[in-house]
């Protein structure tokens, strides 16, 4: 059989929706749902369900469109991505600044400092870039690697996207609460904003690609993934309440965050590696879905966690139908190599 024949032979089984579909869904499902920030009774509701897509979705997609049409890497990506937690987190819901904001617990006066809320602004920052954007992104394009490298959605479908963006964060700064940032405060968010995506514009495409390493065992990347999470919220929620110095915790996250990326880029990621990045995202899932099904037991919570035990099976079944999927597509490739080979040979 022919390299040609056995890709024809081979057709992923989400082929027939569009990416573009999945990571609008996706996006808001990790973001919010199975982080347990929005429990599946909150989740579905039919007010809530559609603006968290919305949200969630319309950023997703516009950062993943500006990657490719830029022709950037997962830096910049990850740089949209914080653009994009300031965008949601401080322009819209305005948590970096409400003192009252129902989320905060101690982080609304732990490290708040002229009227914002470093510590929590500071977490949100990196959760939203790593776990609301690139992950959902890495893992449709792990889904659809024929599509990886094209734009998703056309020119004028992008500008819908992008106005319903705009639109979603308008609504919610003036409806979610009555709580309004002092001008100045506010537009340090706005200025944080223009800043990451003119330097996510700006990174070289190449930044972050010159690794040389040869990618060791998946499992190891798992690790690093499910390591680096938890460590993560030991950081921003155990943390304040043993040690009252925010300075250190904030320079703790910002270590932690520039120790992973450190150590990842030393790699070479330019070759097969889809296995890799698919054992390093599941890592980080690992433990919202270990995490999930605790949440149920959680007296203290205000809402209702009732459902997160599905969420967080449902979860796990993806990961492993995806799994299964990457490496029949590896073993796929390298199959087609070995043909080349040897009718080069021959």
């Known amino acids: 059989m022919s390299g040609k024949s056995l890709l024809q032979t081979k057709k992923p089984g989400m082929s027939r929706i569009p990416p573009a579909v999945v990571l609008f869904f996706l996006s808001p499902a990790i973001g919010e749902l199975l982080s347990g920030s ?5 989740f579905f509701n039919p007010i809530g369900f559609p603006l968290l897509s919305a949200l969630y979705g319309s950023g997703a997609i516009l950062i993943r469109e500006l990657t490719i049409r830029w022709k950037k890497g997962y830096s910049s990506l990850l740089l949209l991505g914080a653009a ?29 400092w002229i009227g914002i809320n470093w ?5 949100l920052t990196i959760y939203h870039a790593v776990f609301s954007i690139a992950t959902p992104i890495l893992l449709v394009e792990l889904a659809y690697p024929s599509k990886r490298k094209e734009c998703w959605v056309s020119s004028r ?3 819908g996207f992008i106005g319903l963006l705009v639109a979603i964060v308008l609504l919610g700064y003036f409806v979610l609460t009555p709580y309004f940032p002092p001008f100045p405060q506010y537009s340090l968010a ?14 070289p495409s190449d930044y972050g690609k010159l690794g040389s390493a040869p990618l060791h065992r998946p499992i190891l990347f ?8 938890v460590t993560f919220f030991l950081t921003f929620w155990a943390l304040p309440h043993l040690l009252n110095m925010p300075v250190a915790i904030m320079f703790f996250g910002a270590l932690l965050a520039f120790v992973i990326a450190s150590f990842l880029k030393q790699f070479n990621w330019k070759g097969p590696s889809d296995l890799h990045q698919f054992a390093l995202i ?10 999930a099904p605790l949440q149920e037991l959680d007296k203290t919570r205000t809402d ?5 035990s599905l969420v967080a099976l449902a979860f796990l079944a993806g990961l492993l139908l995806l799994r299964r999927q990457i490496k029949q597509h590896t073993q796929t490739n390298e199959q087609i190599v070995e043909e080349g080979a040897s009718e080069r040979e021959t």
């Open 282 to 291: 599941s890592g980080g899932l690992t433990f919202f879905i270990i995490l």
């Open 222 to 229: 798992w690790a690093t993934g499910f390591l680096g999470t």
């Open 119 to 123: 510590v929590w602004a500071e977490m």
């Open 84 to 112: 994009y937690g300031v965008t949601e987190e401080g322009l819209m819901v305005k948590s970096f600044f409400d003192p009252a904001w129902p989320d905060l617990g101690i982080l609304g006066t732990f490290g708040r």
């Open 38 to 42: 929005a429990p599946p009774v909150e």
């Open 157 to 159: 479908a992008l500008k």
């Open 304 to 308: 209702n966690p009732q459902g997160m």
């Open 190 to 203: 706005v200025l944080a904003t223009i800043l990451l995506v003119y330097l996510a514009h700006k990174l």
